[in-house]
């Protein structure tokens, strides 16, 4: 595991020496899909020699087959331990490279070159990574910090509006957790931000990384600590995936739902602030963002994600670990909610 992680956001050129540096004057061995590669590979390749290693596009390259192959290609090409392997990608070729990397050898480095606004705002920092496996998102993985993160807002100039959305969720999550004035910012330059802009997209970027990096140090290892507000939205998020089928619905759609009905499950309990619920539609709404199970083809199917929200999925007794908010910008974690009370909550969620 290392310790520290060198992040820089902005044009990737500009960052070239870096890349060099790690290279010592061998092609990289980068991950990434076929896709991302035909459009964005030669902005890496005119900086550094890669050989790239592909993966399938989104969701799918989470799986052992998968880890299996890029497992087999690093030890077809005796790649040595001390070399990072490089993740050119959306937030699944991250968790996919940051996983192989965490195993092969016991533990190589690995250096993110993030590609979707989702990863390059979130997934990319941290060092969570993973596989899905069972049907379950992310059931295999580990904690592997990333020697150093690379992101270029000019990646997002090819990827598409539905995609934006998406990673525009876990911006507004950065809000919603710890921070009304970056809220409100998100409202007011949301558009911007969908458009790709640079600046939007940079400062996006810059704060939600400093949010997710003083979270990550103080609770690395996910043990009850802060680093669980980061889940806001995802409790029911991963749940809504996991019932529409791995892939079907995007990551961040799925937490802009979850998001949503945490929202309301607050205001329901008498927690949140009342007005909390309008605010948090009103931005789901202006950035074009889903914010009903309906939305995700789950309409009147609630009860479903149940088990997969429960901490003992064969226990209805079982409570379930949620972040819920006081107020737009202030969430917190309990372990509190019976299962019964979600479960009510979910049939009447429409
Ligand atoms: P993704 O990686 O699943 O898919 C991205 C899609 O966009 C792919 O089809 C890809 O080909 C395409 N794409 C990527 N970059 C592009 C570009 N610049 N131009 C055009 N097309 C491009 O999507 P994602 O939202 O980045 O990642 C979602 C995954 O990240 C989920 O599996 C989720 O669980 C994971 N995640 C992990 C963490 C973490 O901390 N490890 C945090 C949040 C999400
Ligand atoms: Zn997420």
Not at 33 to 39: C, G, I, N, R, T
Not at 284 to 289: I, Y
Request: hydrophobic share 45%; net charge negative; proline share 4%.
């Amino acid at each position: 595991m290392n310790a520290r992680t060198e992040i820089m956001v902005g044009p990737l050129a500009s960052h070239a020496e870096a890349l060099e540096e790690v290279a010592k004057g061998e092609p990289l061995f980068l991950v990434t899909d076929p896709h991302v590669w035909s459009l964005q590979g030669e902005l890496v390749a005119d900086l550094v020699d890669v050989v790239p290693h592909f993966v399938p596009r989104g969701e799918d390259a989470k799986s052992w087959q998968h880890l299996q192959a890029l497992i087999g290609d690093l030890a077809a090409a005796n790649h040595p331990r001390s070399r990072p392997i490089v993740a050119l990608g959306g937030g699944s070729v991250g968790d996919l490279t940051g996983f192989a990397a965490s195993i092969y050898r016991r533990g190589c480095p690995v250096i993110h070159i993030p590609t979707t606004l989702l990863a390059q705002v979130d997934s990319a920092v941290g060092g969570k990574t993973a596989i899905d496996a069972e049907g379950e998102k992310n059931l295999v993985g580990s904690f592997h910090l990333p020697a150093m993160v690379l992101a270029d807002p000019a990646f997002l100039a090819t990827l598409d509006r539905r995609q934006m959305r998406a990673g525009l969720a876990e911006v507004i999550k950065y809000g919603a957790i710890a921070d009304p004035d970056f809220f409100a910012w998100v409202g007011a330059h949301g558009e911007a931000i969908l458009s790709a802009d640079a600046n939007a997209c940079t400062r996006a970027a810059t704060h939600c990384i400093a949010a997710k990096q003083a979270i990550v140090e103080s609770d690395l290892y996910d043990l009850g600590g802060k680093r669980a507000l980061l889940n806001f939205g995802h409790t029911f998020g991963h749940a809504i995936e996991s019932v529409a089928g791995l892939g079907k619905v995007l990551h961040g759609e799925a937490v802009a739902i979850g998001m949503m009905l945490a929202t309301r499950l607050s205001e329901r309990l008498g927690i949140a602030e009342p007005g909390s619920i309008e605010l948090m539609a009103d931005m789901l709404g202006r950035t074009g963002l889903p914010s009903r199970l309906s939305d995700a083809g789950l309409g009147g199917r609630g009860e479903e994600l149940l088990p997969y929200m429960l901490r003992d999925k064969k226990n209805r007794d079982a409570r379930v670990m949620l972040i819920l908010l006081k107020r737009i910008g202030e969430a917190f974690a309990t372990d509190e909610i019976e299962a019964e009370t979600l479960a009510s909550f979910l049939r009447d969620a429409g």
